[in-house]
């Protein structure tokens, strides 16, 4: 899907109109078999110790980089420039593929704090607690706030995360789009907003933890994932968040240990670069698949549970990579959304039932994913104020799709969805 094209006139009832999806949440469930839904433990045991073990001979691999590209027998073949060029390519090289691995790591807790991973809760627990602790992420707080992400998910009023900014909230009058000085309110320069994406990319997974950042709005303001009295806690977690935060103290102690033995130069190269990469490619994968223009957020009644999950997408993120480092987190994101029990190595024949049921409904994208982060950021900035079933607006005022005649005061006839095909963002 996408605007109209260059040169031609805006009109917002030439739109393609959006019907939502009418199934029950039982009948979809109906279509997906049954055995899909199984968890084996020993089967995820088996993918976390290949991921430990990857990490491990990366790490023993990246011990021999300095030594052997600043030894003299080195220097001589490649010559010192060379030999430092081959160096930094050898470090990038681990930076990247240790980064991909970590991530990996941090999705197995994430399947452990959906209950995906094993039947038993206790192994979920643990299993979760250490790899999410290990790459700075609060497991029992983050899972809290994630379950009811996941039970919200594109309800204006209850989601917990990638809630649209509204035009209120941008002082963007409710008035026609050509009397609005659009360049006024977004006229930001290619290269700040790079920097702002950038810093998006960076920093928005310690920001929504620390500040709620691109939370719900309607908090209060020190809302955060440590406090044990967080509007986002209820008394009974209050004992699960004071164990997530042992979690964080005590990755505190154990890097400002190794800092002391290894020096915090070594520290940085071996671990904080690949970790940033975690929070990178975890902030980029999961703003991608709630970010797009073509997916719809509702408020009210419009809203229920499986309307909600439908408003993802899937995207064949890194390729191979992404399927063999990533565990399939990106490529079958939606089925997650509906079942977020279905372990992952069952996501590919999840998402075959699935998408040959709801058809239309099923959201791909195969747009390479740097081009669809960069485009996303830049056209999805805002909703109206007012009505249930609401699109992106890009820094024009102008969307891509509408609700259809029915769920909208004026407009074109509803255009009947059918099963029969995929929403194909483009």
């Known amino acids: 899907m996408g605007s109209s094209p260059r040169g031609t006139e805006y009109n917002e009832n030439e739109l393609p109109a959006y019907t939502p999806m009418q199934w029950p949440l039982k009948e979809i469930r109906a279509a997906i078999p049954p055995e899909l839904f199984v968890r084996n433990t020993r089967h995820g045991l088996l993918y976390l110790s290949r991921d430990i073990l990857m990490a491990a001979t990366a790490w023993t691999l990246a011990t021999l980089i300095d030594p052997y590209f600043q030894s003299e027998a080195t220097r001589k073949i490649l010559t010192p420039t060379g ?3 081959s160096r930094w390519a050898a470090w990038g090289a681990y930076w990247w593929f240790q980064g991909l691995i970590f991530t990996g790591i941090w999705v197995i807790g994430h399947e452990c704090g959906h209950g995906a991973f094993s039947e038993n809760k206790t192994i979920n627990d643990v299993i979760g607690f250490i790899c999410h602790s290990f790459l700075w992420t609060p ?3 983050w899972r809290i706030s994630h379950h009811r992400h996941h039970s919200n998910h594109a309800s204006m009023e209850r989601d917990e995360v990638y809630v649209p900014k509204t035009r209120e909230d941008l002082n963007i009058p409710e008035i026609p789009n050509e009397d609005i000085d659009w360049d006024e309110i977004f006229g ?12 998006q990319q960076i920093l928005a997974f310690p920001a929504y933890l620390l500040f709620n950042v691109s939370g719900q709005k309607t908090y209060p303001k020190w809302t955060n994932h ?3 009295n967080s509007i986002l806690f209820t008394k009974a977690q209050r004992n699960a968040v004071i164990i997530s935060n042992f979690g964080m103290a005590a990755m505190v ?3 400002s240990y190794a800092c002391s033995v290894y020096s915090v130069a070594e520290v940085f190269k071996y671990y904080f670069i690949p970790w940033l990469e975690v929070s990178h490619w975890f902030i980029m994968i999961t703003y991608l698949h709630h970010t797009d223009p073509t997916l719809p957020h509702y408020r009210g009644g419009e809203w229920n549970f499986q309307r909600g999950a439908a408003a993802t997408v899937d995207r064949p993120f890194l390729g191979w990579q992404g399927r063999f480092f990533l565990h ?3 490529h079958y994101h939606v089925i997650h959304h509906f079942f977020p029990k279905i372990p992952f190595y069952n996501g ?3 998402t075959y039932h699935l998408k040959s049921f709801i058809g239309d409904h099923y959201a791909f994208s195969d747009k390479p994913v740097f081009i669809a982060l960069w485009e996303s950021y830049n056209r999805c900035q805002f909703v109206d104020n007012h ?9 024009k005022g102008q969307a891509v799709r509408r609700p259809a005649d029915r769920y909208k005061v004026s407009g074109l006839q509803a255009q009947p969805n059918s099963r029969r095909g995929i929403l194909n963002i483009q």
């Open 139 to 141: 497991y029992f707080s």
């Open 83 to 85: 030999a430092e060029v």
């Open 387 to 395: 009505g249930d079933i609401l699109f992106y607006r890009d820094k």
């Open 226 to 228: 440590f406090d044990p």
């Open 188 to 199: 930001d320069t290619p290269i700040y907003t790079l920097y702002t994406l950038i810093r």
């Open 348 to 350: 590919a024949e999840a």
């Open 328 to 330: 399939d987190v990106a």
């Open 253 to 255: 102690w154990a890097v």
